[in-house]
C-alpha cells in the first residue's frame, strides 16, 4: 500500500481512537473505551507498515502533520471543536507547509 495512504488511514484510525477515547472519559461508556482501544490497535499495525517503507524520522514527522491536519479537520466537522486565536490557524498551515517538505524528494528508507 502507498506510504502517504497508510499515514492517512493510521491518522483516521487515530482520530477514531481518540474521539472515543474523550467519549469515555466524559460519560463512562465501555463501549467507548473498547472501540478506542481497538483503533489504537489499527494504528500500531498501520504505523509497522508505514516504517516497513520508511525511515523513523519521516514516518513520524508524516504521521504528526497528517494526523494534526486530519483530527483538526475532522473534530471541527464532527465534534463542532474550534481553534481560538489566529496564532493557532497560522501553526496549523505551518504544519501543513512542513507536509510537504517532509514529502520532497527521495524518501529514506
Same mark, same amino acid.
Given at each position: 500500500?502507498?506510504?502517504? *495512504?497508510?499515514?492517512?488511514?493510521?491518522?483516521?484510525?487515530?482520530?477514531?481512537?481518540?474521539? &472515543? *477515547? #474523550?467519549?469515555?472519559? +466524559? @460519560? @463512562?461508556?465501555?463501549? @467507548?473505551? $473498547?472501540?478506542? /482501544? %481497538?483503533?489504537?490497535?489499527?494504528?500500531?499495525?498501520?504505523? $509497522?507498515?508505514? *516504517? #516497513?517503507?520508511? &525511515?523513523?524520522?519521516? =514516518? &513520524?514527522?508524516?504521521?504528526?502533520?497528517?494526523? =494534526?491536519? =486530519?483530527?483538526?479537520? /475532522?473534530?471541527?466537522?464532527? /465534534?463542532?471543536? +474550534?481553534?481560538? &486565536?489566529?496564532?493557532?490557524?497560522?501553526?496549523?498551515?505551518? $504544519?501543513? /507547509?512542513? $507536509?510537504?517538505? *517532509? @514529502?520532497?524528494?527521495? +524518501?529514506? %528508507?
Amino acid at each position: 500500500m502507498n506510504f502517504i *495512504l497508510i499515514i492517512i488511514f493510521l491518522s483516521l484510525a487515530e482520530f477514531v481512537g481518540d474521539s &472515543n *477515547l #474523550k467519549s469515555y472519559a +466524559r @460519560n @463512562n461508556r465501555i463501549r @467507548n473505551l $473498547i472501540i478506542g /482501544l %481497538v483503533a489504537y490497535v489499527v494504528v500500531i499495525k498501520c504505523l $509497522i507498515q508505514a *516504517l #516497513k517503507q520508511s &525511515n523513523l524520522i519521516i =514516518t &513520524n514527522g508524516m504521521w504528526n502533520a497528517i494526523e =494534526t491536519v =486530519t483530527e483538526t479537520t /475532522l473534530a471541527y466537522f464532527i /465534534l463542532h471543536e +474550534r481553534l481560538t &486565536n489566529w496564532q493557532q490557524w497560522v501553526g496549523l498551515g505551518t $504544519i501543513v /507547509l512542513g $507536509i510537504g517538505f *517532509l @514529502n520532497y524528494g527521495k +524518501r529514506p %528508507v
